[in-house]
């Protein structure tokens, strides 16, 4: 069994400055874990992906996340808040077999302010 | 990489009628699923369509409702039946690559009038 918990439904940052949303996931193996961003009225986009290789991921438009099994959380960063990072973000925890088959978090808004 | 192409992309329905939507893989893939994203909300996996067998469903969505079908190894159907307003959501398919790669459709939003 496996589950994903965002644990900020809304976060609000000015341009410029950092973003921080969190993830904390539960699995009953390694997990395959993933970032995807929803803009308005579009489809999802991947982010970044934990396949079990490197602890610290980068991923596209400058955000990073950072696995970090004892705290079974898998936090999304980016240094520099843009305006055009506002959108949805939902952390996704794959099953082990077949990553097509995921349990998305409840998602994050992300507000950036001018 | 997987391409998948969804068709309707958009759609206005009547409540009683059924809606089919259409998932159609560059490649060959042994299982597709099924997702439901209600309107401010996150995905839901409806089912797993598998080829050559019938569809597992989650728990809340049953068959009658939600028929699949799965012809052929690059293809599927999700047919959302009997419409009622809180059937307007976003319905998306996906496949995936072992547990490394998950690709998805742009989804058909659904509105149910």
């Known amino acids: 069994a496996q589950s994903v918990t965002q644990l900020d439904s809304h976060v609000s940052v000015s341009e410029g400055t950092p973003v921080l949303l969190r993830c904390n996931y539960s699995?009953?193996?390694?997990?395959?874990l993933f970032w995807y961003v929803q803009h308005p009225n579009k489809g999802l986009q991947l982010l970044l992906k934990?396949?079990?290789?490197?602890?610290l991921v980068k991923g596209i438009n400058g955000f990073e996340a950072e696995f970090k099994k004892s705290e079974t959380s898998f936090h999304l960063t980016k240094p520099s808040a843009h305006m055009s990072d506002a959108a949805e973000y939902f952390c996704v925890v794959g099953v082990n077999t077949n990553a097509g088959k995921s349990t998305f978090g409840d998602g994050t808004t992300l507000t950036v302010k001018p | 990489s997987a391409v998948i192409s969804q068709k309707p992309s958009r759609d206005i329905c009547q409540r009683g009628t059924s809606l089919t939507i259409q998932c159609q893989v560059d490649s060959q893939v042994t299982m597709m699923f099924w997702y439901r994203q209600q309107p401010g909300q996150s995905l839901t996996l409806i089912a797993t369509a598998n080829q050559g067998s019938e569809a597992t469903y989650e728990s809340g969505f049953v068959i009658d409702k939600f028929p699949i079908s799965r012809p052929n190894l690059t293809f599927s159907t999700l047919t959302v039946s009997n419409l009622s307003p809180e059937d307007s959501s976003i319905y998306l398919c996906s496949v995936g690559r072992g547990h490394t790669e998950a690709f998805f459709g742009q989804g058909t939003r659904l509105t149910v009038v």
């Open positions: 934990y396949t079990s290789a490197a602890t």
């Open positions: 699995s009953s193996y390694s997990p395959s």
